[in-house]
């Protein structure tokens, strides 16, 4: 379809609910191509190329939303979609007690075209294919595994939103992702690893010196070589260094969840009514970004047309505000922060974070090593759970042991747990590097809304009284 | 009326891709069509959230020889139809070959359709905003303990059909409304969460569910830790036995991972797997049940398997690709994940595995022993356990001591360790009180002897 036709479109949903009645109306198009590539053992496990192209529907009716959405790409369709909105809108208008009106903002009229060299559309799939080939060779090549792994993912396509104002955006999605992994199963030894992530780039990103499925491939391998000879952890509370990718986990999951403002409003998150409060030691400083020097995702807008900024969440340990959608910025009196997402037309938008991370801190790496002295370098994960009230734990999947100020044995894996609130006070430190990973694997979930990309990071931090689970 | 007119639409849609397929020079195809009405009404601490929609899309996939390529979109558009075919065929055009496939369905008969409810489809908005309502007011007490409660209620129904270029062309059609609660009460610094939920293929009497919910969290405050592990008979309420025998039937039935050699029952067919009075069928022909379909995922008729008797396993579940790899037939457990189904490729999973219920309830269970802990609610662990080994160790948030044959008082978190085959060996006690679950198992309370539970 044409883009001044889906322009049209949109405007036409605006148009009928507002004729319907509702105070606001937010149409949003979504066209996203998803393509994965699953090539395990040297096989083609699985591949995929998933279309997800429609149009969403908000309508706002005295505070209360309404969400309908439709594949049609017609008129009757958004017509018919329109039409529910406003009517779920009004229909559950008298039920909703926390009314979350909003007010108006100057229109925005922005087209954004991001340029890469590469754009994976313009690939063939046997182009992909070999980059997870050469992967897999680097794998192998530093042991002899059971298993190889190399995951290809790709996302991109456009999106646009039409609203009551008379917004008129349109900006494009991208990531590429690409993982390796080798598994080796024999008498006695279990051992796995697995590596990698993804960028809001074109494929030139896989031709960086870091990022080349070969350097991705070779560190899969080596993790994988390390923990056949690893250690058991300790057990037990210990100082602990958190690697970017493990805190960005932990500060998305157990912290950046609390901090949404849908789960505030209604009083739930134990961080609510606290602005000001001193929840973190004064080298802890939290923040969620949309486009970010350190890289990661890249999310100009939300799915409500809010340009996305720099919010600060925790700075010197003091709570300073949470992440908005627009009614629950106005509700709390707050600046509008564009966290309100969808992981695709299918949903409405709800209060998800962009890329949420640790400001960097002073030291060197080799500083923070030995200030930790004796203790645990947690680098990467691979599954956990998280609670409402911020206790979490985590499979700390590469680890190694920090003796007398170095870096030496790798551990088993293990589980790290705690509670952020109460482990945010014994941050007692972080390097100056900061890493912020985003991926197409994985993602956030939340409110049925699974594997939404987002962005998390950090620099190496020092956190202490970490609840170290010993070796499983 | 609007389901015999969606299952038209569908019908022709699967056609209609087919001869796109031929006019591409596609040999062999598979059509995946699903068209699914879902309605949500949530509220949570006074903010209400909707969101309705008519899901729709398509699943193809592409057989160039041996070599088989997937592709989906969403909706029906004849572009996407078009674009989707040519995804799905360059991929199986770049995949190896694999020798094992066998081919898309050829002929297929749809089994017993599921009861429909037209009350479902005819149910407007405001109806359900009552539903919801009455929920809301069952949850509004003036109890300090209650911190608040989520509650949802929703209906869904369509269909979907599955179409070969072998001529297989059927369709199923179903119907559900639920509601759920989920209630958080705090006391003396102390947390307490409770769920309580209602599901049906007609509109379902969801009266009771709100104060359920809430009384469960109440009743589980002033709770006392454990003290040491010890090695406990656990009483497993019908919820938590279910998600307990689901998490190890999922895994120890899957008919691919028996072919892929990663299966950790593999080597039991014909063996004792579970005590002799455990009999389990997994049946997706229950009209009642929102799991029942006429056909599955792939177009294969939905029937009836015995899977345990007597505590020997008498078979694995398939579905067309890994049935004939084995020497069988497809069971017709060719299922597709959600939340969106046409976007995934078929995997096997059961239509709905029923536990034959045994002799005493809850009550008589508890009543039955000197020292046990009584486990309510989702543990927390599941899913993370070893399904190769079978080991777990959960959490139970919802746990209970018995002592004299009587609960006692609720304990704090507690976390159970175990093995999931070998419980099967330990089971003392079926229920006589089975619950309609939406989950792959159904089953009564259970009691199990030797896990070890520790604060």
Redesign the interface.
């Known amino acids: 379809m044409e883009n001044g036709n889906i322009l049209d479109l949109l405007h036409k949903a605006v148009e009928k609910g507002e004729n319907l009645g509702v105070n606001f109306i937010e149409a949003r198009y979504d066209d996203l191509n998803l393509t994965t590539i699953n090539y395990t053992n040297e096989i083609i496990k699985q591949s995929s190329s998933l279309s997800r192209k429609g149009i969403g529907i908000m309508a706002y009716y005295q505070g209360t939303p309404g969400y309908s959405y439709t594949p049609e790409l017609t008129l009757e369709g958004v017509k018919e979609a329109t039409i529910r909105a406003a009517k779920l809108a009004k229909s559950t208008d008298s039920r909703n007690k926390i009314k979350l009106d909003f007010d108006s903002i100057p229109t925005i009229k922005e087209k954004i075209e991001v340029k890469v060299k590469k754009h994976p559309k313009d690939f063939e799939f046997a182009d992909k294919l070999d980059m997870l080939k050469r992967g897999v060779t680097a794998v192998k090549e530093q042991l002899e595994v059971t298993t190889t792994i190399g995951l290809y993912g790709e996302i991109y396509g456009e999106k646009y939103l039409v609203n009551s104002e008379g917004t008129e955006l349109y900006w494009v999605p991208l990531m590429v992702d690409i993982r390796m992994g080798g598994v080796v199963i024999s008498e006695g030894k279990q051992s796995q690893g697995f590596t990698g992530w993804g960028a809001s780039t074109g494929l030139e990103f896989f031709e960086e010196k870091e990022t080349t499925p070969e350097i991705t491939g070779t560190n899969a391998g080596t993790y994988c070589k390390e923990q056949l000879e690893a250690v058991a952890a300790p057990s037990g509370k210990t100082k602990t260094l958190v690697s970017p990718q493990m805190g960005g986990v932990v500060v998305h999951e157990s912290f950046g969840h609390l901090s949404e403002a849908d789960f505030v409003v209604t009083g739930q998150s134990p961080i609510a009514d606290r602005v000001g409060e001193e929840l973190g030691s004064e080298h802890v400083t939290i923040i969620d970004e949309g486009v970010s020097p350190y890289g990661g995702l890249y999310l100009p807008y939300d799915d409500q047309g809010i340009k996305t900024g720099r919010t600060v969440l925790l700075e010197k340990g003091i709570l300073k505000g949470y992440l908005h959608n627009r009614g629950t910025a106005k509700k709390m009196n707050s600046e509008l922060t564009g966290n309100s997402r969808a992981i695709n037309f299918m949903f409405n938008p709800i209060v998800r974070m962009k890329n949420t991370y640790f400001e960097k801190g002073d030291l060197t790496f080799e500083e923070a090593v030995e200030h930790v002295n004796t203790g645990v370098y947690a680098v990467d994960m691979s599954g956990g759970q998280v609670g409402l009230d911020g206790n979490f734990m985590f499979n700390c999947s590469r680890g190694y042991l920090i003796e007398n100020g170095e870096v030496t044995k790798p551990i088993k894996n293990t589980a790290l747990s705690g509670n952020i609130l109460e482990l945010l006070k014994y941050v007692e430190g972080g390097t100056k590097e900061v890493t912020i990973k985003t991926g197409y694997f994985g993602g956030c979930g939340k409110g049925g809304q699974g594997g939404l990309p987002v962005g998390f990071g950090g620099p190496d931090m020092i956190m202490d009284k970490v609840l170290v689970g010993g070796a499983q | 009326m609007v389901l015999e007119k969606l299952r038209s639409e569908i019908l022709e849609v699967a056609d209609l891709a087919l001869k796109y397929a031929k006019d591409m020079s596609i040999q062999t195809a598979e059509a995946y069509i699903i068209k699914n009405s879902l309605t949500e009404?949530k509220?949570?601490?006074?903010?209400?959230?909707?969101?309705?929609?008519?899901?729709?899309?398509i699943g193809i996939r592409v057989a160039e020889g041996k070599k088989v390529?997937?592709?989906?979109?969403?909706?029906?558009?004849h572009d996407?139809i078009k674009?989707?075919l040519a995804?799905?065929h360059?991929?199986a055009k770049?995949?190896?070959e694999d020798p094992r496939f066998s081919g898309f369905i050829s002929d297929s008969k749809p089994g017993k359709e599921g009861i429909l409810d037209t009350n479902i489809t005819e149910l407007d908005?405001?109806t359900l905003?009552g539903h919801?309502?009455s929920l809301?007011k069952e949850a509004d007490i003036d109890d300090q303990r209650l911190?608040?409660a989520d509650i949802e209620v929703g209906t869904q129904w369509g269909g979907f059909a599955v179409a070969t270029t072998e001529g297989c062309l059927v369709s199923s059609l179903n119907t559900a409304h639920y509601g759920t609660v989920y209630s958080?009460a705090m006391g003396q610094g102390e947390?307490s969460t409770a769920f309580d939920f209602k599901v049906g293929r007609t509109i379902q009497d969801l009266s009771g569910l709100g104060s359920n919910a809430i009384n469960k969290a109440f009743k589980h405050l002033g709770s006392k830790p454990l003290g040491k592990s010890l090695k406990l008979p656990t009483i497993w309420e019908p919820l938590t036995a279910s998600m307990l025998l689901s998490t190890t039937f999922q895994v120890g039935l899957n008919g691919g991972t028996v072919v892929e050699k990663q299966n950790p029952l593999m080597h039991k067919l014909n063996e004792q797997i579970a005590t002799k009075d455990f009999q389990l069928n997994d049946d997706g022909t229950i009209p009642t049940k929102i799991s029942s379909e006429a056909i599955d995922a792939e177009g294969t008729t939905i029937g009836k398997t015995e899977i345990v008797k007597d505590g020997v396993l008498k078979s694995f579940l398939f579905d067309n690709f890994y049935g004939p790899i084995f020497g069988t037939k497809s069971t017709g457990n060719a299922q597709r994940n959600e939340?969106?189904r046409y976007?995934n490729?078929p995997a096997i999973s059961p239509n709905k595995l029923v536990l034959q219920p045994g002799t005493k309830n809850k009550d008589e269970q508890i009543a039955a022993y000197d020292k046990a802990i009584f486990i309510e609610g989702f543990p927390?662990?599941m899913g993370?356990s070893n399904m190769i080994t079978g080991d777990f160790s959960i959490t139970a948030t919802n746990a209970y001591l018995v002592e004299k044959g009587e609960i006692v008082h609720p304990l704090k978190p507690v976390s159970i360790a175990g093995n999931f085959f070998e419980s099967l060996m330990k089971i003392q006690h079926i229920g006589s009180d089975p619950v309609d679950l939406p989950f792959p198992l159904e089953s009564s309370t259970l009691t199990i002897d030797g896990h070890t539970v520790s604060s």
Do not use: W
């Open positions: 009404v509220y949570s601490k006074g903010k209400t959230e909707c969101r309705d929609g008519m899901l729709q899309g390529g997937f592709a989906t979109c969403a909706g029906f558009a996407s674009s989707t995804n799905a360059k991929i770049n995949r190896p908005t405001e905003v919801l309502a809301v911190v608040g958080v947390r939340p969106t976007e490729m927390m662990g993370h």
